[in-house]
């Protein structure tokens, strides 16, 4: 028995032992124990040889082959956790915390122990942690207090497949390091294994150096792939593809027999539409007249996207009762960071929620785009695991042809670069252009990111991290929104914005149009609060939420009564929280600024917001429109949503805090303002030639050549005395 407990996780054990229902276990049960569950487990030994003999490793092998669960348990009991943390990154702040919980489980310790996760607003970890699981950014994060990681004796970078931008510039920063001699500060060699499903890994493995790779190799059933023709080319743009999605879904149900359904959509709201749509009709379902195969008679339903709760998530992996089907609809989490078993059927709408920069609005935008081929393989391949499979396209092959990429696009060549490029100059990186970036972004990104910088006062005039700089990287938040808290917790007012900070780092806190509710409802109950906030500044309306949710005894309800996701603002206490440990510990360090102000506590808000936001301010132009004062001159409303919406001519000046284009372009959660406390920042918008900034013509220069240069000014300065003493 105590062999079997080694090998199988503990729900799996608990299964057997319902199976048996006490009795002595069956001996093919006692067999499948004993066998290798996953693929990687025949490479344990190879995986762990090559590890001590190399020091950068590329592992590839097929989604669910087990790389992100084992890999790191193997090093751990072959000993690499003696002399430091096994580190493991991943893209997904989910993912990161959904398998470091199931590793924790396998070896049978408890979370925080000795397997351990960080994301961005919650550390769980402990002096104990030997493996630990984190996403990209905190990594990053790491290496700007500890450049040489000697906390690390080995780094994972999981899922580099993905291309996400932090784990695109951990590629740079290790790089650069195997390409610079061995740091004196660290006893052993840092040990560099990258994961990856299939990629270019050749392309990858000359980045390194041509480091060798190990391909796991992998066993994927036959799968059946159909186009369904219900979406082309022409429905890019609409959101017809929800319930076509929804009705294959139900389709499928209705005549395949038993097996899973794993349905890809876009994000929350669709997600949770489409359940909608699928509860109403799977309960209208007939099943002794409708269903062919009377082996399937229930569907259950799970959403699963990012910012669910953990317990809300572990139900997803649970086998479903007897005689019932499991159907999660997800975001591309499930395509490859988590693989749930038991899916024989993928259903695919060919859509992918995606960060893209909008270089017109000069801001990030989600934007609902096509997938690429090779995700939409990756998809089709989650129906193939243990069985044959079948994947249903719901899109036509036109669509595939004339709007799906062949790849998708690295997110370092879609979004705006400005936390990338802090961090590298903290890094004292100088030359951002020239930065080993296995992908080089655009250098008009880099340069419009350098811009902001130099605006937010994070750079000085030749490109160096300021004072406030440094501060600024401590926030895990936009640069914008940093420098506000910033100059905030200089004023002592901290009070007033870091509430209002959390609230805008967390999605979501007012429930749109779902599908329950009446849009009315919602606009109605909005007004309302905005109008017991003090009216007219939506930034002052999420304060008040954000502190009536403090100060009354049931929440909860009185946010399902007003429109506003409970579960947001909850998740907007702890971000605070952890917002103000960050103040705290600012206001401890001896060059923190301290500032006095005469400005009224009235005023005192939106001047601190001006402070990091006067890149987004606009001047009213003609009727309800406004015109920004970036340079760019774009022509804004105010969106629906916002207190000041209809009220336009009301203002001469607002400020905005984001961008949502569609056919026109609207700014979201707006203010009013007086162009006097902006007058000051504003010429700080375009004063500077982003060239300089980026310190291309700094090089550093070598002890021999400085020696060079200094002859050289000798000889020049005796000329010049010669010249002078004629
Ligand atoms: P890879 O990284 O190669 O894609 P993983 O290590 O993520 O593979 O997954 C290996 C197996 O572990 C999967 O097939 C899945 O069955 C199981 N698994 C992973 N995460 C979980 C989880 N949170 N709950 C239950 N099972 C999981
Ligand atoms: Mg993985």
Redesign the pocket.
């Known amino acids: 028995e105590a062999a079997v407990t080694d090998i199988m996780?503990p729900?799996m054990l608990q299964n057997i032992d319902m199976e048996s229902k006490g009795r002595p276990m069956k001996s093919h049960a006692r067999e499948q124990a004993y066998l290798p569950?996953?693929?990687?487990e025949k490479c344990e030994d190879k995986l762990v040889q090559m590890t001590r003999d190399t020091s950068i490793l590329i592992v590839t092998?097929?989604?669910?082959?087990?790389?992100?669960?084992?890999?790191p348990q193997y090093l751990y009991k072959a000993g690499f956790a003696k002399h430091g943390i096994i580190g493991i990154t991943q893209p997904r702040r989910v993912a990161t915390i959904?398998?470091a919980?199931?590793?924790a489980?396998e070896i049978n310790c408890s979370l925080g122990s000795t397997v351990g996760y960080q994301v961005r607003f919650d550390d769980c970890t402990s002096q104990k942690t030997d493996i630990m699981y984190m996403t990209d950014g905190c990594l990053l994060r790491h290496s700007l207090t500890d450049p040489n990681l000697i906390k690390f004796s080995t780094i994972i970078l999981?899922?580099a497949h993905e291309r996400s931008l932090n784990t695109d510039i951990l590629f740079g920063v290790i790089r650069k390091q195997f390409l610079s001699k061995h740091s004196p500060k660290r006893k052993y060699p840092l040990k560099v294994i990258v994961?990856s499903?299939t990629l270019d890994i050749e392309r990858l493995s000359e980045f390194f150096n041509t480091c060798p790779v190990v391909t796991?190799p992998g066993k994927v059933f036959p799968i059946k792939e159909k186009f369904l023709n219900l979406i082309g080319p022409r429905d890019k743009d609409n959101t017809a593809y929800i319930a076509e999605t929804v009705k294959v879904t139900l389709d499928t149900h209705l005549n395949e027999p038993a097996g899973d359904i794993l349905v890809f959509l876009t994000g929350q709201w669709e997600i949770e539409k489409a359940c909608d749509m699928l509860f109403q009709k799977a309960e209208s379902i007939d099943y002794r007249n409708d269903v062919y195969d009377s082996s399937v008679e229930g569907l259950l339903i799970f959403p699963f996207y990012g910012s669910m709760t953990t317990d809300q998530?572990?139900r997803?992996?649970h086998p479903p009762p007897e005689g019932i089907r499991k159907c999660v609809v997800a975001t591309n989490i499930a395509a490859?960071?988590?693989?749930?078993?038991g899916i024989r059927y993928v259903i695919d709408s060919g859509f992918v929620k995606q960060l893209n920069h909008n270089p017109r609005a000069g801001l990030d935008v989600l934007e609902i785009v096509p997938i690429s081929k090779s995700e939409a393989v990756q998809r089709a391949g989650r129906a193939g695991?243990t069985a044959p499979g079948k994947c249903y396209r719901i899109y036509s092959k036109e669509f595939w042809d004339k709007c799906m990429p062949d790849h998708m696009i690295p997110e370092i060549k879609r979004t705006s670069l400005t936390s990338v490029i802090l961090t590298l100059k903290c890094l004292e990186v100088n030359d951002v252009i020239r930065f080993p970036y296995l992908d080089p972004p655009e250098e008009k990104f880099i340069l419009e990111a350098l811009r902001k910088l130099y605006q937010c006062s994070a750079i000085d005039r030749s490109g160096n991290v300021t004072r406030l700089g440094r501060f600024l990287i401590e926030f895990p938040l936009s640069p914008n929104l940093a420098c506000a808290v910033i100059k905030a917790t200089s004023l002592g007012c901290e009070d007033l914005l870091l509430p209002v900070a959390a609230m805008l780092s967390v999605e979501h806190v007012f429930i749109q149009s779902g599908a329950s509710r009446e849009n009315k409802d919602f606009e109605e109950s909005h007004k309302r609060l905005s109008s017991l906030a003090g009216g007219g500044n939506d930034f002052v309306t999420l304060l008040y939420i954000f502190e009536q949710c403090k100060s009354i005894d049931n929440p909860a309800s009185w946010c399902h009564k007003n429109s506003i996701h409970w579960r947001a603002v909850k998740t907007a206490f702890s971000v605070e929280k952890q917002l103000r440990d960050i103040t705290t510990k600012l206001k401890e360090m001896k060059d923190f600024p301290i500032e006095k102000s005469d400005v009224p506590r009235n005023d005192l808000m939106v001047h601190c917001l001006c402070a990091g936001f006067f890149s987004n301010v606009a001047r009213r132009s003609v009727g309800r429109t406004f015109c920004t004062m970036d340079g760019n001159g774009s022509m804004v409303h105010i969106h629906p949503s916002s207190a000041l919406f209809g009220q336009e001519t009301n203002f001469e000046w607002i400020l905005f805090h984001s961008v949502l284009v569609t056919s026109k372009i609207f700014v979201r959660t707006v203010c009013p303002i007086r162009y006097t406390w902006v007058k000051d920042l504003l010429p700080k918008l375009h004063d500077i030639d982003a060239y300089e900034l980026s310190s291309v013509a700094r090089e550093e220069v070598t002890a021999e050549e400085l020696a060079k240069w200094n002859a050289r000014e000798k000889a020049q300065q005796s000329n010049d005395s010669l010249e002078a003493s004629l």
């Open positions: 996780p729900h569950r996953l693929p990687i092998g097929d989604t669910g082959s087990g790389k992100t669960t084992k890999l959904s398998v919980q199931r590793v489980e999981d899922e994961m499903a796991i998530q572990k997803i992996f490859t960071s988590v693989t749930i078993e695991r």
